[in-house]
């Protein structure tokens, strides 16, 4: 049987910008149209909020946040390092980067080259982020250098289709490089640009749904108008227990194959800017918690029962991603070994860090 390590970390796309601009959605909300007169006013803001803003409008607790962060990509390497593993599947969401109009499946495997290159720092339209500074003052042409494994995707494609899963899968993208869930990953995982060397399998979950084409991803929800009258949803994501049952079907291929394979759900927690239940201002901590205790104490009955209405409610989405890997954990009877739980009122979404070890 081979030896699977299962991960839980963020892709918060906000972190690759130096520490002052951390706070950016928080500023970009308040300016938001669709958000409510009275949930902009700081007479309205909870205690929390307004602390963790302090008299600096809350360039301490980004750089808390900058530095707290970093560390934790550092022991999440330490630990992928150790396992040292042949390969590693990364489900992560794709917010209209290759899901678009024309395709736009529930799952989908990416079986990469061999050796590939995303350069996220590009101002061409081509996957940068239009050439805002980032913390690590990389320049414009810096290359992200990945290994792709198209015999392992190829594996475990085949592997689910086998077991009923019907599984999408691409050797190369449709519109987009990379879709950002995947590369903020990785390049957050070697924070101290020490080259990321295992063989990557991106894992696209469409988490956005209803609103993954009307919205295309973002905030834009915020500032735009409406659908128009008579205009009816685009189809759900996938429900919460049907990740965790491709997720335990995945665990099951790979524990049968001969990789070694480390399992990594990369995501943020509830978003403020997806969530009204506080107005699209700040994450839904109660809904968060709900679902930590439960992992903490591997009860992951109380993940699966969790119903789409209820994670879209409280801005968690994206959640989906963790949704895959807890089913596999489960499937695997591991228990987590936590490594840092952030509740947050400015930094837009709450956050985990986590690993289950083989």
Not at 188 to 215: E, Q, S
Not at 268 to 294: I, M, Q, T, V
Request: hydrophobic letters at 40%.
């Amino acid at each position: 049987m081979a030896e699977i390590l299962g991960l839980g970390v963020t892709h918060w796309p906000t972190l690759c910008m130096p520490n002052e601009g951390l706070t950016g959605v928080f500023k970009t909300t308040l300016r938001a149209p669709n958000v409510e007169a009275a949930r902009k006013d700081p007479a309205n803001w909870p205690r929390e909020l307004i602390a963790e803003l302090g008299n600096d409008d809350g360039l301490s607790a980004a750089n808390r946040c900058g530095e707290r962060f970093g560390n934790d990509f550092r022991a999440i390497r330490k630990i992928l390092d150790d396992f040292n593993p042949d390969v590693v599947v990364v489900w992560g969401d794709d917010q209209y980067e290759n899901f678009r109009e024309d395709i736009v499946p529930a799952f989908c495997l990416l079986g990469y080259d061999d050796q590939f290159e995303i350069k996220p720092w590009h101002t061409n339209g081509d996957g940068g982020n239009g050439g805002k500074p980032n913390r690590w003052g990389e320049p414009g042409d810096w290359a992200l250098k990945l290994r792709g494994h198209r015999e392992a995707a190829k594996f475990l494609a085949t592997g689910l289709i086998e077991r009923g899963i019907d599984m999408a899968y691409a050797y190369k993208p449709l519109h987009h490089p990379m879709a950002h869930a995947f590369t903020n990953t990785f390049l957050y995982l070697d924070w101290d640009r020490a080259g990321f060397p295992y063989p990557v399998i991106p894992f696209a979950v469409n988490c956005y749904g209803r609103t993954l084409l009307h919205a295309k991803g973002g905030l834009a929800h915020l500032f735009q108008p409406p659908r128009p009258a008579g205009e009816s949803e685009d189809p759900p994501a996938p429900a919460p227990w049907r990740c965790m049952q491709v997720g335990a079907a995945v665990a099951e291929v790979l524990a049968a194959s001969p990789y070694r394979a480390a399992l990594i759900a990369s995501s943020s927690w509830s978003h403020a800017f997806l969530s009204p239940k506080n107005g699209y201002l700040w994450p839904d901590h109660e809904g968060d918690r709900l679902l930590f205790d439960a992992v903490s104490r591997a009860d992951y009955d109380v993940w699966r029962k969790r119903s789409l209405a209820e994670m879209e409610f409280a801005g968690q989405h994206e959640m989906l991603n963790w949704m895959a890997l807890i089913g596999a954990m489960e499937a695997l009877d591991r228990r987590p070994v936590i490594q840092d739980y952030m509740e947050t009122y400015i930094l837009a979404s709450d956050k985990c860090f986590l690993s289950f070890p083989p």
